[in-house]
């Protein structure tokens, strides 16, 4: 469980920016000791909405097996378990070791703990860590310890072991995969590099020279470009020296190399070493923002080029791949050079869009590929006669965005997911999300060429109203709550428990609203209310639909996938709402006077 010491009071000597930053964030506040590890998880997996990331990962509570937080990447490729600690104290000192030790406690109960034996917070996020590595995906496993204290040895130490007794379960019960673990000790030294990070697209801000055949410049207003080809021996030293501090513009850093012909990073090394004449025109080369550059040939024809900073924008995993290679594999890449670009700007908002463009082809980045349709055009557009609500329909802010909280801001991420799981796709909504922005016929699918904005503010509101409600409830401490409020707990403990709910009111919505209802998706509040007005419009029927959770227990079983499971499910809790509508009208009545079915 999270711990606050508060033994001693006063400001947080975490004067510092990162802290500063921290503690500027009110909408963290309610997640009391939790708050921090929100924080670190924001600024280190980038998602934009910390309400249902929190709502979907944190697995705190007085029998949380020593876990905190556990999380899954929408792209199945990476677990984090993290362990969080908080403290009032000023001055020097560091954070309690046996909080980094309790993750070697964590990861046994969440890898090969008896699941009967788990609390049903963690029993849900073991299922769907387990499901996710038999699913053969998942390349990481990474283990935080989450503080504002000083980093030390005694806790590295433990989290050495940590990382040790996971990948030795991880070994036994998954012999098959090859998954690269690592555990990090994030305390106010970490905590402010990773702020930097975000802040500074470049963090080395060293000088380098390095030896080239040639190349040619390119300039503008507000940039110049020089394209060459640099060696891969220096782009080793360079790895050696600052690591992924080079990739402080690269939305991703390195992935690692996972030991599969289908991982790019492992084909890097592989090209590299087995044709390095040809390594120049196989690999895409890398693009690098500096501080300034300066090319020179010399009286006998030596070219070099002199660079101030560096920041790989865009050729980050080239790069992790060629540093990591050993020095006996470093030897078969004598003379393989990377086509490398050196950017140079002035202009901070060219600078963004730099860094926005030149990452647009990852992967990681699917909603970039949507940004131009006209679907989200419209919605884009239509958003802006929305109160208080920026909605940017695939089109990312600027590197800030995952540490400052812009208030109004309505989520992509959240906004697929509401209208999947409320058009009766819970299991999309929480398990393929990404599959939303990258299959064109799923995405055809949630975003139709009819849905408006007016209609998404309708369906993510009552997936906000769910989740304030799943807040509210699991506040509560344990040995206070009702029989009730417990098996209300129970059933949002349940991994994908919000996005059930959601599908199952939009199921029943015939019956909420007391009118039939020819198609869904012309739903609409009468009025244009912001999502803060549309969460408080649908409150009173969420309490109320909250009697009947116990109905949707059985098709939280293996995290929404048993569709049969979720039908039934949906099906018996109908029944149970028909009964309360009758006997308790009012909040429906209310919400379907304000409501607009377009019938």
Known sequence: MAQQDGSTQGNSAENAPGYAAFESRDDLQAYGDNALLLFVAQMRLGFDDVDTFASNSLTDGSNDKKCDLVAVSSDKQRIVLA???MTSKTGPGEAPANKASDLNTG?????????????????????????????????????????????????????????RTADGIIK?????????????????TALEDEYARLQAPILVSEEYTFEVPGGFEMTAQDWSAFSTAVGVADLRALWAAHKTNLMSPNIRDYLGVVRSSGNIN?????????QPDNFAIFNNGITVLVNDYEHKVDDAGRQTLRVEGVGIVNGGQTTGALGSLDATEAGATAGARVMARFVKCTNTSVLGDIVKYNNTQNKVEATDFRSKDAVQDRLRKEFESIPDADYRGGRRGGTTDAIQRVKTLVPDSSVAQSLAAFHGEPNLAYNETRSIWDNDAVYSRVFRDTVTARHIVYAYGLLKAIEQAK???????EGSRTEAQKRHAAFFSARGSNYLLVAALGACIETVLGVAVADRHTLRFKKKLSPAEATAAWQPVVELAMAFSSQLMPATDRGLKAQDRVKKAIEDFSSMLEAVRSANPSPFDLLAASTETGS
Do not use: C, M
Not at 116 to 144: M, S
Not at 147 to 153: F, G, I, V
Not at 175 to 187: R, T
């Open 172 to 188: 036994s019960s998954f012999p098959d995969l090859d998954i690269d673990v690592s555990a990090v000790e994030i305390g106010r």
């Open 266 to 274: 492992f084909g890097i090394k592989e090209t590299a070493k087995g």
């Open 83 to 85: 362990q969080g600690y």
């Open 471 to 477: 807040l509210k409830i699991l506040a509560i401490p």
């Open 107 to 163: 990861v046994s109960w969440l890898l090969a703990g008896d699941l009967n034996g788990l609390p049903e917070t963690l029993r849900g996020a073991a299922e769907e860590v387990r499901d996710a590595l038999a699913g053969g995906e998942i390349r990481e496993l990474q283990l935080w310890y989450v503080h504002n204290r000083e980093e030390s040895k005694n806790v590295a130490d433990e989290l050495v072991q940590a990382a």
